[in-house]
């Protein structure tokens, strides 16, 4: 970190725009995710009429520019509306220390692009998923909801991501996610491309942390809400909780005995 860095970030009295900035971004990423689960959407060539996102998943149509291009908005709206309320502690952090350097007469750093450069890492998650689930559709790997109709295909995900629950590269992805201030220590650089060049460093920590979880929407269904919405508050209390080391082991224990019991009801 630049020994010039400050390393407290109170007292801060610039929190509240970064709140409302990043409430208002979640909040759209929400709405939007309820309006595509909800009634019929305009598409074309021949998708017109059909429910939702599933409209995305209708065999050949699947690979249409305008149904990847949707599905792909569709994932990013996700993973920002997932991603960013367990982000939001440390790109407070961030702001803070960013406001006191700007105030010592550094050269400037944006909480906006640390902030987009974490939710790019998330972006190319997202448009990855794209590709892998207008792949499972286009193959009628899934139903409409986009949840593997193969039970051994599910269960074999959960019990790989309870598995990966307890790598050494999740809990060390984990532990920076955990701790704030200790990332910006560590990683502190000044100025624009410094604040983009952290936040791609924290969303690739993030996504090393999460991607595993992440997968399991296909499982619960990628257009389940509850299911998107529990993964999402899983998430943050995996994150704010520092040192729990019992959330990751029984996390992993819930998941493999639920992929193993699917496998069983499968064979």
């Known amino acids: 970190m630049d020994s010039r860095a400050p390393l407290s970030a109170a007292p801060f009295d610039g929190r509240w725009p970064v709140l409302a900035g990043l409430g208002a971004v979640i909040l759209a990423c929400w709405a939007y995710l309820l309006s595509t689960a909800g009634p019929s959407v305009p598409m074309t060539d021949g998708m017109a009429g059909m429910p939702g996102m599933a409209a995305m998943q209708a065999g050949p149509a699947a690979w249409h520019p305008a149904a990847l291009a949707a599905l792909a908005i569709m994932w990013i709206a996700m993973m920002a509306a997932m ?92 532990r920076h996610c955990r701790s704030p201030m200790s990332f910006v220590i560590t990683h502190w650089q000044g100025g624009r491309g410094g604040a983009l060049r952290m936040g791609v460093l924290h969303g690739a920590f993030c996504l090393g942390c999460c991607w595993c979880l992440m997968l399991l929407l296909f499982v619960g269904g990628v257009m389940n809400l509850w299911w998107i919405v529990g993964l999402t508050v899983f998430v943050m209390v995996e994150k704010s909780l520092p040192g729990s080391v019992w959330i990751e082991r029984a996390s992993a224990a819930v998941l493999i005995g639920w992929g193993v019991l699917t496998l069983a009801r499968a064979i």
Do not use: N
């Open 83 to 174: 991603m960013l309320p367990s982000a939001t502690p440390m790109i407070l952090l961030y702001a803070a220390i960013a406001r006191q350097a700007r105030a010592r007469g550094e050269h400037a750093a944006s909480t906006a692009l640390f902030a987009l450069g974490y939710l790019a890492v998330w972006t190319g998650f997202a448009l990855v998923a794209t590709f892998g689930q207008t792949t499972l559709s286009h193959t009628a790997q899934l139903d409409p909801r986009a949840t593997l109709i193969s039970r051994i295909a599910a269960g074999a995900l959960l019990i790989a991501a309870g598995l990966y629950q307890l790598t050494p590269w999740k809990q060390t992805c984990l």
